[in-house]
């Protein structure tokens, strides 16, 4: 056989099979390359134990050895054959084979370990997404819904602008949201400028990790919240920041409520003029409570209407029950005539009640003409009116348990609950029969009003059917 060479291994097909061969000393084995039509293959040569010429395939030639070895490359692993086979291994063909099978078990073991990994990566991935913070709060939003909290809008609200807006956080495990985290998120609303808005946040955030603690002690908590298993609530040691949750003290003076109450008057009579109205002549109810009031809650012929206070932990919202005064009967009678069922009482299209924001802005509109006409110091808002009707009574000398019991508030106590059940309604009449007369002194006799008996423009109601 003839010295390879790279030359020989590139020479041209001749028409039959040649065998080249390096030299090499007895015992080592050799370098062989055979030379076929389809181009040079490498083998190494040695003997077996029991002296059989054997040839071991080592790969294609490949001048460059990208897509085969080179000479360079197949001498390199022959020496390496070489070296096993002085060694004591002599059946070399059983020991690559042996090495094949190990490599590929190896490889298969690196296979499985990559496809577990990527199964524990996709499992945490999918855990996190389905027990995720933007979950868990969506999930706290739909309870309070279902509980008929007033605050659902609000804190569904703040939830989005200021906790969804971070992707990252907002995709984590709930239970994996650290205090430093949230510590970071409120820290963003405060330098925004929104102080009172940082303390909703952290207040509304705390709320939902404590329920969800609670839920998983308590049957009759949501199982939706139990599920997320929180164990600790990461709000509990951030603080409070009270510095932005001062009580509001706006208040209007008899004169501003006076100049109020004439350009409510001066506006045309639909169901805005009505309910603000209506929460005026009642001593300033909460609007949200007083948006919801439907034809059933109004009883005329014993004088009477109940509202329902939802407000706190109470499992079931309180009946309030208050006595109605002249000037609102005679707005509830005539928006009450015609609706056939259970419909809200303010409503502009029969079917829904009318949300608290258009409320809001009737007021604030007549804020801000009231300061242009330089009637009012200050602008109010709708808030406002409720302490400003309560300051305005206790000047007038309405004691603070009529006041308490007018305005709902302070009245969750067990005393309330479960051992004074009398409803007040005789203090609850005089105080409002006081306020009604007191308004209108305060408006004087001859200010015009325009009739409440006018049927209301935008008002849809549906007839009784004959």
Same mark, same amino acid.
């Given at each position: 056989?003839?010295?390879?060479?790279?030359?020989?291994?590139?020479?041209?097909?001749?028409?039959?099979?040649?065998?080249?061969?390096?030299?090499?000393?007895?015992?080592?084995?050799?370098?062989?390359? &055979?030379?076929?039509?389809?181009?040079?293959?490498?083998?190494?040569?040695?003997?077996?134990?029991?002296?059989?010429?054997?040839?071991?395939?080592?790969?294609?030639?490949?001048?460059?050895?990208?897509?085969?070895?080179?000479?360079?490359?197949?001498?390199?692993?022959?020496?390496?054959?070489?070296?096993?086979?002085?060694?004591?291994?002599?059946?070399?063909?059983?020991?690559?084979?042996?090495?094949?099978?190990?490599?590929?078990?190896?490889?298969?073991?690196?296979?499985?370990?990559?496809?577990?990994?990527?199964?524990?990566?996709?499992?945490?991935?999918?855990?996190?997404?389905?027990?995720?913070?933007?979950?868990?709060?969506?999930?706290?939003?739909?309870?309070?819904?279902?509980?008929?909290?007033?605050?659902?809008?609000?804190?569904?609200?703040?939830?989005?602008?200021?906790?969804?807006?971070?992707?990252?956080?907002?995709?984590?495990?709930?239970?994996?949201?650290?205090?430093?985290?949230?510590?970071?998120?409120?820290?963003?609303?405060?330098?925004?400028?929104?102080?009172?808005?940082?303390?909703?946040?952290?207040?509304?955030?705390?709320?939902?990790?404590?329920?969800?603690?609670?839920?998983?002690?308590?049957?009759?908590?949501?199982?939706?919240?139990?599920?997320?298993?929180?164990?600790?609530?990461?709000?509990?040691?951030?603080?409070?920041?009270?510095?932005?949750?001062?009580?509001?003290?706006?208040?209007?003076?008899?004169?501003?409520?006076?100049?109020?109450?004439?350009?409510?008057?001066?506006?045309?009579?639909?169901?805005?003029?009505?309910?603000?109205?209506?929460?005026?002549?009642?001593?300033?109810?909460?609007?949200?409570?007083?948006?919801?009031?439907?034809?059933?809650?109004?009883?005329?012929?014993?004088?009477?209407?109940?509202?329902?206070?939802?407000?706190?932990?109470?499992?079931?919202?309180?009946?309030?029950?208050?006595?109605?005064?002249?000037?609102?009967?005679?707005?509830?009678?005539?928006?009450?005539?015609?609706?056939?069922?259970?419909?809200?009482?303010?409503?502009?299209?029969?079917?829904?009640?009318?949300?608290?924001?258009?409320?809001?802005?009737?007021?604030?509109?007549?804020?801000?003409?009231?300061?242009?006409?330089?009637?009012?110091?200050?602008?109010?808002?709708?808030?406002?009116?409720?302490?400003?009707?309560?300051?305005?009574?206790?000047?007038?000398?309405?004691?603070?348990?009529?006041?308490?019991?007018?305005?709902?508030?302070?009245?969750?106590?067990?005393?309330?609950?479960?051992?004074?059940?009398?409803?007040?309604?005789?203090?609850?009449?005089?105080?409002? &029969?006081?306020?009604?007369?007191?308004?209108?002194?305060?408006?004087?006799?001859?200010?015009?009003?325009?009739?409440?008996?006018?049927?209301?423009?935008?008002?849809?109601?549906?007839?009784?059917?004959?």
């Amino acid at each position: 056989m003839a010295q390879i060479t790279t030359n020989g291994l590139r020479a041209k097909w001749t028409g039959r099979v040649r065998w080249l061969s390096d030299s090499g000393t007895r015992g080592e084995g050799r370098l062989l390359a &055979r030379l076929k039509r389809s181009g040079a293959f490498f083998y190494y040569q040695y003997f077996s134990p029991e002296g059989a010429k054997r040839q071991l395939p080592l790969g294609r030639f490949d001048m460059q050895g990208e897509n085969g070895l080179s000479l360079t490359a197949a001498r390199e692993r022959s020496g390496d054959l070489s070296k096993l086979y002085r060694s004591g291994i002599t059946d070399l063909h059983a020991y690559v084979e042996q090495q094949r099978i190990e490599v590929e078990q190896q490889q298969a073991q690196a296979a499985l370990g990559r496809q577990a990994e990527q199964e524990a990566v996709a499992d945490a991935l999918t855990h996190a997404e389905r027990f995720s913070l933007r979950k868990f709060l969506t999930a706290y939003v739909e309870h309070l819904q279902g509980q008929g909290k007033p605050s659902t809008k609000d804190v569904a609200n703040l939830f989005k602008n200021h906790v969804f807006t971070d992707a990252v956080l907002s995709a984590r495990d709930a239970r994996l949201v650290s205090t430093d985290d949230f510590v970071g998120l409120i820290s963003k609303v405060v330098a925004a400028g929104h102080g009172r808005t940082a303390a909703k946040v952290r207040s509304y955030l705390r709320a939902a990790y404590a329920l969800a603690i609670r839920a998983k002690t308590n049957p009759a908590a949501p199982q939706s919240l139990r599920d997320f298993g929180i164990q600790v609530n990461p709000l509990a040691s951030i603080d409070a920041l009270a510095q932005y949750n001062r009580a509001g003290k706006r208040k209007l003076s008899a004169p501003e409520l006076a100049a109020f109450l004439k350009r409510v008057y001066a506006k045309p009579v639909d169901t805005m003029r009505d309910a603000l109205e209506v929460c005026i002549y009642l001593g300033g109810q909460r609007p949200t409570q007083l948006l919801r009031l439907r034809r059933g809650d109004v009883d005329l012929s014993a004088g009477e209407i109940t509202l329902y206070d939802p407000k706190g932990r109470r499992l079931e919202p309180r009946a309030h029950l208050l006595p109605i005064p002249k000037r609102a009967a005679d707005i509830l009678e005539r928006r009450i005539a015609n609706l056939a069922g259970n419909e809200p009482v303010f409503s502009t299209d029969g079917c829904h009640a009318m949300d608290r924001g258009t409320l809001t802005n009737f007021v604030t509109a007549i804020s801000v003409e009231m300061m242009k006409a330089k009637e009012s110091h200050e602008h109010f808002t709708l808030r406002d009116l409720r302490r400003t009707l309560e300051t305005l009574m206790a000047g007038w000398g309405v004691s603070s348990d009529a006041r308490k019991h007018i305005q709902s508030h302070g009245l969750g106590g067990v005393q309330k609950r479960h051992y004074d059940l009398y409803e007040y309604l005789r203090e609850k009449r005089a105080a409002l &029969r006081a306020l009604d007369s007191r308004l209108d002194r305060m408006l004087g006799k001859n200010t015009p009003r325009k009739s409440n008996r006018s049927r209301v423009p935008d008002a849809k109601p549906t007839r009784i059917a004959a």
